[in-house]
């Protein structure tokens, strides 16, 4: 009984973050279905009437063309991303070199540089590849930034393998190409979840870069398509709800899905610095 008592507070304090983390997607759904009137009249109160309206102007609209750019970005980009960062994080973790220590500090000055200072010179650069306003432009910038917190978040989890492992398979004459793949690669899906989903949240929702080097909208992703519903004096709130709203919902299913292995990962990450 007492050890309850003391976990209220905890509960308490859960519940409290629920309605401040919750409340604002409750809002956001239900503006979803108000017409423009009933939203400027109660934006905070439910849908006298639910109205599909919102939803039916988006399947008319360019949303799924800005929603599957967005996806090809999103999922090329933490694909590639993913690849390269357990690559190089194998040598950091399990090699010992007289520049090991240095690399990987290396990459942590790179998670302190502020991402939008490169807009001109990765700009500049777009336009010298030919790249610019196509599709192919954004996964280089996306790729590069988020490379070093994921080199650190696999780094840190290998590092917590038991070596064990490794000096077997090189008994059995394994080669460090196949002891990575075979091995320990499939021992980092916690680290593969961590990275997957806090690289895809924040390419999803990533609006600068795909603002500067994309101009036409056959090539926008879904931040620049909701400015569809912007008129020169008015904005269609609950039509921007609704985007939002679909937008949204790939990432709560896939954060639902690996939350486990998202929380596992950050933990085992923290345990060495």
């Given at each position: 009984?007492?050890?309850?008592?003391?976990?209220?507070?905890?509960?308490?304090?859960a519940i409290i973050?629920?309605?401040?983390t919750g409340l604002p997607?409750?809002?956001?759904?239900?503006?979803?279905?108000?017409d423009q009137m009933e939203f400027m009249s109660s934006p905070w109160a439910i849908p006298e009437e639910f109205s599909f309206a919102n939803y039916k102007l988006l399947i008319e609209s360019?949303?799924?063309r800005f929603f599957f750019n967005s996806v090809l970005v999103s999922v090329i980009s933490v694909v590639v991303v993913i690849i390269l960062a357990a690559m190089a994080s194998y040598p950091l973790a399990r090699m010992k070199f007289k520049l090991n220590r240095p690399l990987f500090l290396l990459f942590l000055v790179g998670m302190m540089i502020p991402?939008?200072?490169t807009l001109i010179p990765i700009f500049l650069l777009t336009k010298n590849l030919g790249l610019y306003d196509t599709i192919w432009a954004l996964p280089g910038p996306y790729i590069a930034f988020a490379?070093?917190?994921?080199?650190v978040i696999f780094t840190q989890f290998l590092q917590d393998l038991p070596k064990e492992l490794e000096e077997s398979a090189k008994m059995d004459g394994c080669g460090h190409f196949r002891l990575f793949w075979r091995i320990l690669f499939p021992l980092l899906t916690p680290a593969v979840a961590t990275v997957a989903i806090y690289n895809f949240i924040q390419i999803w929702n990533e609006f600068v870069f795909a603002l500067v080097l994309t101009n036409s909208e056959g090539n926008a992703t879904l931040p620049l398509g909701l400015r569809e519903f912007y008129g020169q004096f008015s904005v269609n709130v609950p039509g921007i709800m609704a985007a939002l709203t679909l937008a949204s919902l790939p990432l709560l299913l896939v954060y639902l899905v690996a939350q486990e292995k998202i929380v596992k990962g950050i933990a085992a990450g923290s345990v060495k610095g």
């Open positions: 009984m007492l050890k309850k008592l003391r976990q209220i507070p905890l509960y308490m304090l973050l629920l309605i401040f997607f409750l809002i956001m759904v239900s503006a979803s279905f108000k360019d949303f799924f991402i939008h200072t490379l070093p917190v994921s080199i």
